[in-house]
Nanobody, 122 residues
Framework: VQLQASGGGLVQTGGSLKLSCAAS??????MGWFRQAPGKEREFVAA????????DYADSVQGRFTISRPNAKNTVFLQMNSLKPDDTAVYYC??????????????????WGQGTQVTVSS
């Protein structure tokens, strides 16, 4: 399985960005996004199940970010609104064919994209 992420960039505080990720190969039960800022551990951002009907968000992004997975396919989007400087990080798309939907640990995911940089200026 290969994951290809895109959509990062530079935006001012309060702005919006939309990340995209397409996975090739076998169906992934859960797809999601993690992020890693310099000097920090990789942290969970959001995840969505295969049908796209169930989503899970980190408290820090709840209400500002929306994850979607149209048509139950291996494509996932992350709409990020009201961005803050603390959201600055490399964002990684991830997926797994069998992990629990509520798994927020990076170790629970088998496949990872290459990462896309999101920078929010103050």
């Amino acid at each position: 399985v290969q994951l290809q992420a895109s959509g990062g960039g530079l935006v001012q505080t309060g702005g919006s960005l939309k990340l995209s990720c397409a996975a090739s190969g076998r169906p992934l039960h859960v797809m999601g996004w993690f992020r890693q800022a310099p000097g920090k551990e990789r942290e969970f951002v959001a995840a969505v199940n295969l049908s796209g009907r169930r989503a899970d968000y980190a408290d820090s992004v709840q209400g500002r970010f929306t994850i979607s997975r149209p048509n139950a396919k291996n494509t996932v989007f992350l709409q990020m609104n009201s961005l803050k400087p603390d959201d600055t990080a490399v964002y990684y798309c991830t997926g797994d064919p069998a992990t629990s939907f509520y798994n927020r640990s990076p170790g629970g995911y088998s496949y990872w994209g290459q990462g896309t940089q999101v920078t929010v200026s103050s």
